[in-house]
T-cell receptor, first 115, second 112 residues
């Protein structure tokens, strides 16, 4: 079984709808991240969390919110989706016991299309 | 602020030919550097990483990368490319606090 899973893998929605993307991990890592990938822009950090009570904005947090329900779960919400949020979204984890090495482990991605 | 530049958006090489993907970074201290690969429809897989020590780093799938502080570079190389290496490759630098800053990616096409 995959260590980092994301659901759904694909989603098509309409402008104005609320969408939640979910991420679960079995790696036992405390640190979790949400990125979006756009062609030609690489991956950009949306939000990150270093433990259950910690939420931090990343580079492009506007229009998004997150919830860290448990160590293993980190959800990304789009309160009112707009077409320029069409992208590939990745969840990632890292182990704070090796603090400083920055290595992250990625889920398979969720392809979101907003019409 | 940290940044990563991958100057080549697309690269096409013949199967069996050598490969070099370029990566330049901007970071004030000794960087943590990574190369990830994304195959079509897949997540990102770590190819290799540099933290300290030997500047030539060996990774999976026959890839290696060389850290050159004087050039702020961390180029990825492979002596003989296979068709299965066709993918998108991302260079990343550790930005402190376990965050990563990614380059825009290089799409590798392999022709037979």
């Amino acid at each position: 079984d995959a260590d980092v899973t994301q659901t759904p893998r694909n989603r098509i929605t309409k402008t104005g709808k609320r969408i939640m993307l979910e991420c679960s991990q079995t790696k036992g890592h405390d640190r979790m991240y949400w990125y979006r990938q756009d062609p030609g822009l690489g991956l950009r950090l949306i939000y990150y969390s270093f433990d259950v009570k910690d939420i931090n904005k990343g580079e492009i947090s506007d229009g998004y919110s997150v919830s860290r329900q448990a160590q293993a779960k980190f959800s990304l919400s789009l309160e009112s989706a707009i077409p320029n949020q069409t992208a590939l979204y990745f969840c990632a984890t890292s182990d704070d016991r090796t603090s400083g090495n920055n290595e992250q482990f990625f889920g398979p991605g969720t392809r979101l299309t907003v019409l | 602020a940290q940044s990563v530049t991958q100057p080549d958006i697309h690269i096409t090489v013949s199967e069996g030919a050598s490969l070099e993907l370029r990566c330049n970074y901007s970071y004030g201290a000794t960087p943590y550097l990574f190369w990830y690969v994304q195959s079509p429809g897949q997540g990102l897989q770590l190819l290799l990483k540099y933290f300290s020590g030997d500047t030539l780093v060996q990774g999976i799938k026959g890839f290696e990368a060389e850290f050159k502080r004087s050039q702020s570079s961390f180029n990825l190389r492979k002596p003989s490319v296979h068709w299965s290496d066709a993918a998108e490759y991302f260079c990343a630098v550790g930005a402190g606090g376990n965050k990563l800053v990614f380059g825009a990616g290089t799409i590798l096409r392999v022709k037979s």
